[in-house]
């Protein structure tokens, strides 16, 4: 069975978006985290872009082994230069070079001709393959570019030595049968080279990513990029959380496997609205709070008698706390503390004694406390949002401590 390789993109693409900005400590936490999570690839910036974001694609790249690290440079010295220079420490670097091939992209944004585009590619593909061990070239807006003008660009990235050729759907406008029609294209012109890697990248405007992504899995794409809580430009890239359960999920039709450790998701989706303070909706497939929610009592029956009635993944394959616990005005500390643990946080003494003070204040007001409400207590615990000052836990609360 074949591998499709996770080239998780949350530190770059996702990080290039509105409110998901990130500084070095926080890359360098979360990129621990998806190594942990089993990503092939962490791309952790784009060098070129300031001396902070090269200074944090090196501390990166100076922390992983395991996975390989992955740097962003248009098709230009001062950019390729930068991701090499960022990439120096890394054990197992990846340089990403990419140069639009529109027309429109071509013609209104970097006002070059096919041909020049052409040069810019051979040029900057095989330098970069004289200074790092793996290329990848991206063909910016792909999906969008004269078909024969895209194979020619792919033709001669290859050529120059790039091994993965990522194939963009840069503003989320293709559908799953057109994206798919693409990678058998781009695979039937190459012919058989082995060592060549197409990869899927795909954003989310017209909520097509995970789909499009898929459909390129089944046209022979052999890496997918994505991003946790599909953060990324615009609407979005596709989310990790979801290709990921799809293609375990419904592993007999796909016929593929990853190296995603699914039990990871949840705490990796949780950590990153922690850095980022921005949470999932609650109806977000997989990691989203009523994914595993069941209010209706037809479902609530449905699942008593057998979870497989209503529920199409355990929520422990992929790290939900599978048990419920029920919050109020009798609850103790203990329990609280296991609960934030449960929803993947470790807080500290003061914080625990915050998040404590504001969900008795709540529960007070005779309201059970839920997760969201705990994780929104645990953001501004950390974020020093909360009153220091708490009452204390009394012994007739802490001994009514209950997990339900
Ligand atoms: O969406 C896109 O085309 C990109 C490329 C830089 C890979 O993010
Ligand atoms: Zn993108």
New binding site residues.
Partial sequence: MDTVQFFDTTLR?GEQSPGFSMNQGEKVRLARKLDELGVDVIEAGFPVASAGELESVRAVAAQIQRARVAA?ARARREDVEAALAALEPAARPRLHI?LATSDLHLQAKLRISRQEALDAVSRWVRYGCEHCAEVEF?A??ASRSDIRFLLDVMETAAEAGATIL?I?D?VGYSTPEEYGAIFHRVRSHLGRRDEIILSA?C?NDLGLAVANSLAAVRAGARQVECTINGIG?RAGNASLEELAVALAVRQSFFDVRTNIHLEEIYSASRMLSEITGVSVPPNKAVVGANAFAHEAGIHQDGILKNPLTYEIIRPEAVGVPARRLVLGKHSGRNALRTRIEELGYRLSDAELAQCYGAAMGLADAAKDVTDRDLLTFVHQARRGRLAPNVPGESDAMAAASKIQ
Avoid: V
């Fill in positions: 693409d962003l990419f991206s910016e807006d990522n963009p840069t990248h954003h430009e």
